[in-house]
Every structure is written in C-alpha cells, then in structure tokens.
C-alpha cells in the first residue's frame, strides 16, 4: 500500500488489535510454519490462522489470504509472513503479518470502507471502533512501534 498520513495510526490500530493472535500464532514452531507455506499446505495454515483468532475475535474475522512468504538464513532467526484478511463489519483489510523469533509487526496493503467517509480522520475512527466491536470483550494494550512497520508484542 502506498503510505500516506493516516497509515501509521491506521497500522498501529491494527497492531494493537490483533497482537493477540500474533502471539498466539508465535507459540508454532517456525519450521512448521515455512513447511506449510512451502509445500502450499493453504488450508492447514488457514485452520491454525482461524483457531488463533477464533479465541480473541468473532468467527470469520481474520482469515489466511492464502498467500505468505518466509525468510530461512543460514546466519540468523527464521521470519515468516502471513497475508492476512481481516473483516469487522462494514471494512476489509488486507494486511501481511510478520512473525519473528521476538517480535510480531504488521504492514497494511489495503483498506477496503464499505461506505467510506470523506474524512480520513472519520474512516480511521470507524476502523478502530469496528475492530473493538469484532473483538471479545479483553484489555488492549498500546505497543510503540516503528515508522516502517508496526511491532506486536
């Protein structure tokens, strides 16, 4: 997606959001995780993606977008990443998750309002309420996180 002002707010909403699910999704074993993507075991990753999200938001609203990508050097920690659709009501969002040995961070490819609003301002409020409300009552912390890409803790 090509960044403009409202990216930063709208990918640490997001962060924020589903950090949860990242973490959850950090407790699989790496090799595991590049071996699916590899092989293009889609619907198996598809299952862990929905059973990691199933236990913070309510069915269907983060999916595998059926697409991924992994990096496995001999000289560092594995990195794999995660096209994700994320559906609350009323937007969709098409975003790629990346999973670290430490760290989790989120990048925006698209924001898809089903009836947008002339004020980004307005369209960024809508999207964190509709995250919140497609959300199972829980605490969501703040996380700091980089210009480029949004961590998750």
């Known amino acids: 997606m090509k960044k403009c002002t409202y990216s930063a707010a709208r990918e ?31 619907a ?50 098409y975003a790629r998750l990346t999973l670290e040995a430490e760290t989790a961070s989120i990048d925006i490819n698209y924001i898809r309002f089903n009836t947008p609003s002339d004020d980004p301002d307005a369209n960024t409020a809508f999207l964190a309420q509709s995250l919140k409300d497609a959300a199972f009552a829980r605490k969501m912390p703040t996380l700091a996180a980089p210009a480029a890409s949004h961590s998750i803790q």
């Open 44 to 93: 198996n990753l598809a299952d862990l993606i929905e059973s990691a999200a199933e236990l913070y938001f309510h069915p269907g609203t983060i999916t595998f977008g059926i697409g991924g990508d992994y990096r496995l050097e001999w000289d560092g920690y594995p990195a794999v990443t995660l096209d994700l659709e994320i559906k609350p009501q009323g937007l969709t969002i």
């Open 12 to 42: 640490e909403i997001l962060a924020n959001a589903i950090s949860p699910v990242a973490a959850e999704l950090r407790l699989l074993d790496a090799a595991d995780l590049i071996s699916m993507l590899r092989y293009e075991y889609h």
